[in-house]
């Protein structure tokens, strides 16, 4: 078990939890925003996906399908979006809720990020339907499984606690159609966790096998939002380097995920931009 990546995932766990509790606490969103700043900046989107989750699940627990406590944190944070919408996702999920009962427009990769949410809860939360059973939830379309698969392989990264053999284990169980994007999850999720090495990070493209390429894109996607938030740290500038022989400022800076229609064509477009070096060996 490597040590520093189990201390690394509670602390995402705790840094969520503490974004949820200060959305609680306080009602100002000045204050919110002050002491949501105050965590350090390595997980600080994470803080502010907890608060996001909670804000939303006060505006849906009072039936205003206009999110007006969810909305206010976006037009202040916008630097978080990708966060803010995965935590809209987790409270739709957890309210039970379809996305077609919001009354505010969700553009499609927005939507793909609250569904990626959606699908972590249910990864986290629903485990023995949607992983051990594998079923995908009545309100989940297969236009929308993309991204909510996205969700639940981070999950898998997290209940397994990175452990690269159970991750594999776990998702070979799984429709073959539907590996893919469980593996973005994973990649996505052992990036922005961090906690391994050069030599972890190989073992763990091995073992994707074919899905190898599907596994870089989640690496792209979390060294863009690392970016993005500023939030750089050792293990994406590891990653990059691992999978792509570039500095992580030089694979973010090659997209531009505001342009894309949605998380399908985002992937397209990485492995067009990095087709050399997504290749499996």
Same mark, same amino acid.
């Given at each position: 078990m490597n040590n520093l990546?189990?201390?690394?995932?509670?602390?995402?766990s705790s840094t969520f939890r503490k974004g949820a509790e200060l959305a609680t606490e306080l009602q100002e969103l000045s204050s919110?925003?002050?002491?949501?700043?105050?965590?350090?900046?390595?997980?600080?989107?994470?803080?502010?996906?907890?608060?996001?989750?909670? $804000? %939303? =699940? #006060?505006?849906?627990?009072d039936q205003d399908l206009k999110m007006p406590l969810w909305s206010a944190l976006l037009e202040n944070a916008k630097q978080y979006n990708t966060h803010?919408?995965?935590g809209l996702g987790w409270a739709l999920a957890k309210m039970e809720l379809p996305f077609k009962d919001l009354s505010i427009d969700l553009?499609?990769?927005?939507?793909?990020?609250?569904?990626?949410?959606?699908?972590?809860?249910?990864g986290l939360f629903q485990r023995r339907v949607v992983?051990?059973?594998?079923?995908?939830p009545s309100g989940i379309s297969n236009d929308q499984l993309v991204a909510f698969d996205q969700g639940i392989?981070?999950?898998?990264?997290?209940?397994?606690?990175?452990?690269?053999?159970?991750?594999?284990?776990?998702?070979s169980h799984f429709p073959e159609e539907r590996?893919?994007?469980?593996?973005?999850?994973?990649? $996505? %999720? =052992? #990036?922005?966790?961090?906690?391994?090495?050069?030599?972890?990070?190989?073992?763990?493209?091995?073992?994707?096998?074919?899905?190898?390429?599907?596994?870089?894109?989640?690496?792209?996607?979390a060294i863009r939002g690392r970016y993005v938030t500023g939030s750089l740290d050792e293990y994406a500038e590891i990653a990059a380097m691992t999978y792509f022989d570039l500095s992580p400022t030089a694979v973010a800076e090659s997209l531009f995920p505001d342009k894309a229609l949605n998380n399908k064509d985002l992937i397209k477009g990485i492995q067009a931009l990095f087709r050399s070096s997504l290749t499996t060996s």
């Open positions: 990546f189990t201390e690394r995932i509670e602390l995402v919110l925003l002050k002491e949501l700043d105050r965590t350090e900046r390595g997980f600080r989107a994470v803080v502010y996906e907890g608060a996001a989750m909670q $804000l %939303a =699940s #006060t505006d849906l627990e803010l919408h995965i553009s499609p990769f927005d939507k793909d990020k609250a569904l990626d949410g959606a699908g972590y809860f249910a992983i051990r059973a594998q079923q995908i392989g981070r999950s898998i990264w997290y209940i397994t606690k990175g452990d690269i053999e159970h991750v594999h284990n776990v998702i590996r893919t994007s469980l593996w973005t999850g994973i990649g $996505l %999720a =052992s #990036t922005f966790v961090g906690g391994y090495q050069t030599d972890d990070l190989k073992g763990l493209e091995m073992r994707a096998e074919k899905y190898a390429i599907n596994l870089k894109c989640g690496v792209v996607l």
